[in-house]
Structures are given as structure tokens and as C-alpha cells.
């Protein structure tokens, strides 16, 4: 059923274009205006793909871009979905299937986070080495189709640790504050308590947002390598440190942060390719 599902999705999408991605970009919050980069081949609003969700959140738009990066051939999603929407997880890891049966070779996603290290500070980058996966629902949970992937699968290699090394030698030779942090996937759409933040540091959390875990899974189901990068866009610890804290901050502070993310990016699929 899903697998059909992918195939028509698919079948759509060639209909439209032939162009080959080698990379899947995720443009969430911190890299959602790197399509304004792309030399355009083509855009496929979500709504007019067999099976895809649509977009309810304003500051995502909804649909697929075909281009160049530089030299790069790639996907970029061009606004993502989050359980907290009312999607099943499902829904949400949808087109992460469909990147994957386009052919990409490894799928990046960026975020919004909040920090729950004390080392980190608004504005800051995380790779991310690993997570902890605290929301409801699993998109893996039901009948497993082995044509996408296994019943059980592995999760000691999640995260691209050769890449995140990379990553960090970019950043840090172009002077932007990075490192390598363990997010924590939350449901939202709330923001925490500030015994939640302390609890988050607590089991080893280093950044908290509300997506990316359930794509990571779905793409590690099908063996796709991932490599995410989080904007730090709140100071959740120390405790003494927190404030109150608003979409519009959120989104500001990953805006100013996002120049720093696309040339990490940029520079990383160079490395990659
Ligand atoms: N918590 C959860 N998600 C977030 C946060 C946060 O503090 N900041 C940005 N996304």
C-alpha cells in the first residue's frame, strides 16, 4: 500500500521532470530560502502530488524544487510537515520516501532547536550525532513492507559521524560557532516548562525541537544516510538563563543564522561530491 503509494507519487513526478537529484534537502527552519540559490529546473507544489500532505504552517511553503546547487544536483523540500500539525507520522515522513525513490544519495535536514547545553547560545550550529526520540508514534509502527527496509532496524550508525567532522572543519575555518550535539525529539507544539529543560538536560540532551527525528527514522529505514544541522534559536540552560520565548524570535534568530548554514552546506556537499 505505502510502497504503491511512493510509486504513483513517483510516477507523477517524472511526468513532470527528469531531472536526477543527488542530494534531498529538507528546508526547515535555518535553511528555508536556500532555494533562492538554486539555478530552478523544477517546482512541483505538494498539492498536486498523488499522496503528499500539504503545508499548513505560513512560514513553509509547500513544494518540491528541482535545480542546482553549484554543481549539485538536488531536491530541496521546500517546506516540511510536523506531527504536531495533526499529520500521523505517516504523513509526515511521506515524501522522505518518495526523495529516496527519486534516487538522492543522502538526505539533509535542518532545524530549529532549542539549547539544553550550556555551551550553547542562540545563533550557535549543531551537527547532530545522535538523538533520543521522545515523541508519540512512530512512522515505522505498523506492517513492514521489506522492499523499503527492515522490520527491526539498526540505529548505531544514524548519523554520519565522518560528515559531522567535516562539518565542524568548515565551520570552524570560516569562523562560525558549531558543534555536535544529541537532539531531543519532542511532539510540541508547546515549547517546555523549564523542569522539561532541566529534565532534557538531564538525559544527555543538547538541542530540543519538534521534527526531524521521525524523517531521520523513515531514511534510516531505507539505509538513505542524513546529515542534520540544528540553529540554536533559544537559550534553554542554565535555567537562570531562560526567557520567554516566541515564534517570532525563533524564527528571527534561525533567519540571521541562516547565511552561516547554506555555505556550511554548500562547501559540505562539495566535500560529499
Ligand atoms: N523547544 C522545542 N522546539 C524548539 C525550541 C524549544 O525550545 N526552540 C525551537 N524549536
Given amino acids: ?58 512560514s513553509h511553503k509547500g513544494k518540491l524544487v528541482f535545480g542546482k546547487l553549484g554543481k549539485h544536483s538536488v531536491v530541496a523540500m521546500a517546506g516540511r510537515f510536523h506531527y504536531y500539525e495533526g499529520y500521523s507520522m505517516k504523513e509526515v515522513t511521506f515524501p522522505v ?39 508519540p508514534e512512530n512512522p515505522l ?18 548519523y554520519d559521524q565522518a560528515l559531522n567532522a567535516k562539518a565542524l572543519e568548515i565551520a570552524h575555518q570560516n569562523g562560525i560557532r558549531a558543534h555536535e550535539g544529541v537532539y531531543v525529539g519532542l511532539q510540541g507544539p508547546n515549547l517546555e516548562t523549564p523542569a522539561e529543560y532541566n529534565f532534557l538536560h538531564t538525559i544527555g540532551g543538547d538541542v530540543v525541537g519538534m521534527s526531524t527525528v521521525p524523517e531521520v527514522l ?40 541562516e547565511p552561516k548554514l547554506r555555505l556550511i552546506v554548500k562547501k559540505l556537499l562539495n566535500h560529499i561530491a
Fill in 141 to 158: 509502527r505498523g506492517v513492514n513492507d521489506e522492499r523499503l527496509g527492515p522490520r527491526f532496524p539498526d540505529m548505531m550508525k544514524t
Fill in 218 to 257: 523513515v531514511a534510516r529505514h531505507m539505509d538513505l544516510p542524513v546529515f542534520v544541522a540544528s540553529i540554536v534559536t533559544n537559550k534553554c540552560y542554565p535555567l537562570e538563563t531562560l526567557t520567554e520565548t516566541t515564534v517570532e524570535e525563533v524564527i528571527e534568530v534561525a533567519q540571521n543564522a
Fill in 1 to 58: 500500500m505505502l510502497y504503491e503509494q511512493i510509486q504513483e507519487a513517483i510516477t507523477f513526478i517524472r511526468s513532470k521532470t527528469n531531472f536526477q537529484p543527488q542530494f534531498g534537502i529538507i528546508l526547515g527552519t535555518g535553511l528555508g530560502n536556500l532555494s533562492e540559490e538554486m539555478e530552478i529546473e523544477a517546482e512541483i507544489p505538494y498539492r498536486e502530488i498523488p499522496h503528499f500532505p500539504v503545508s499548513t504552517v505560513q
Fill in 97 to 135: 520516501r518518495v526523495l529516496k525513490f527519486l534516487g538522492i544519495q543522502h538526505l539533509i535536514i535542518s532545524n530549529a532547536a532549542g539549547g539544553t547545553n550550556q555551551h550553547l547560545y542562540a545563533g550557535d550550529i549543531v551537527f547532530i550525532r545522535d538523538h533520543v526520540n521522545l515523541q
